[in-house]
């Protein structure tokens, strides 16, 4: 078991991603709250401070360049290093447009493009401004939270009723190739990468429409955080193991 972990929570102040840093915290690492804006990630981290967390905020846009380099920047001169980076902000819509984008029969590419924009190449973005400091860790992990949504012998089942959606459902396949991708590739320096589905979670995320708990939902993304250094590489699972992929 790792001690004191330094992790950054991308999205980290409401949903899935506020269980993570609060599970986290109370394991006694020390975590990053990662939000848009900075009354936000304020907010968030002061409420887990008050119940005894080593919990900061750093404001971090996945979407824009410069707030993701200004907030590697808060994360060096605040620690010098990171030991765990959650790619966990996402997006199941552009908001205000009409779903109605996201169906092939009436699909809207800026709508697509704005989704991948936040669950594909944000994490991607956010990976490459944080890696120098993964870099400078003797742990470094980074877990992605995707979604057995996007598992292909899940989305080609005809029989499936999920809702089809061209956007949020393909940037959450290409989100779990983009893991396997970085754990090939980081591998060498030991930096383990994996992907995790939290399962179907009542947030904002779906209106509150999912059946477990932001608790239940933050579970398999900590487990995969506090790894040992030994631990696996290129997986992608959820409290019940491997996701079918
Ligand atoms: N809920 C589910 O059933 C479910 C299932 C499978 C996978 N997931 C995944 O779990 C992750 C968390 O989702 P959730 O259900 O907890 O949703 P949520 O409650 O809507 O939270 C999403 C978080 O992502 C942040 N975010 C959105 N766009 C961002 C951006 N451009 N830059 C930085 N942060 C951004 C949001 O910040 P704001 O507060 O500023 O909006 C919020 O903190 C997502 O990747 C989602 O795809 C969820």
Aim: aromatic share 4%; charged share 20%; net charge negative.
């Amino acid at each position: 078991m790792n001690s004191n972990l330094i992790a950054l929570v991308t999205g980290g102040n409401k949903g899935i991603g506020r269980e993570i840093a609060a599970q986290l915290a109370r394991l006694g690492h020390t975590v990053i709250i990662g939000a848009r804006t900075q009354q936000r990630g304020e907010e968030a981290a002061a409420q887990l401070r008050d119940e005894g967390g080593d919990v900061t905020a750093v404001v971090l846009d996945v979407t824009d360049q410069a707030s993701v380099e200004a907030a590697a920047e808060a994360v060096e001169e605040r620690y010098g290093r990171l030991d765990a980076l959650v790619n966990n902000a996402g997006i199941s819509n552009q908001p205000g447009a009409d779903f109605a984008g996201q169906l092939p029969r009436s699909a809207d590419v800026d709508h697509v493009r704005y989704v991948f924009e936040t669950n594909v190449f944000g994490v991607i973005t956010v990976t490459s401004a944080f890696l120098p400091l993964l870099r400078a860790s003797k742990t470094p992990r980074i877990v992605n939270v995707s979604s057995s949504a996007g598992s292909l012998s899940a989305i080609s089942d005809f029989a499936n009723p999920d809702p089809i959606a061209v956007g949020y459902v393909p940037s959450k396949t290409a989100l779990t190739s983009v893991t396997m991708m970085y754990a090939r590739d980081l591998h060498p320096e030991g930096i383990l990468v994996n992907a995790v589905c939290p399962g179907f979670i009542a947030t904002d995320l779906n209106n509150h429409h999912g059946t477990g708990t932001p608790r239940d939902g933050a579970r398999q993304a900590v487990a995969m955080t506090i790894i040992d250094t030994d631990g696996p590489t290129g997986t992608f699972t959820d409290v019940n193991g491997p996701v079918a992929w």
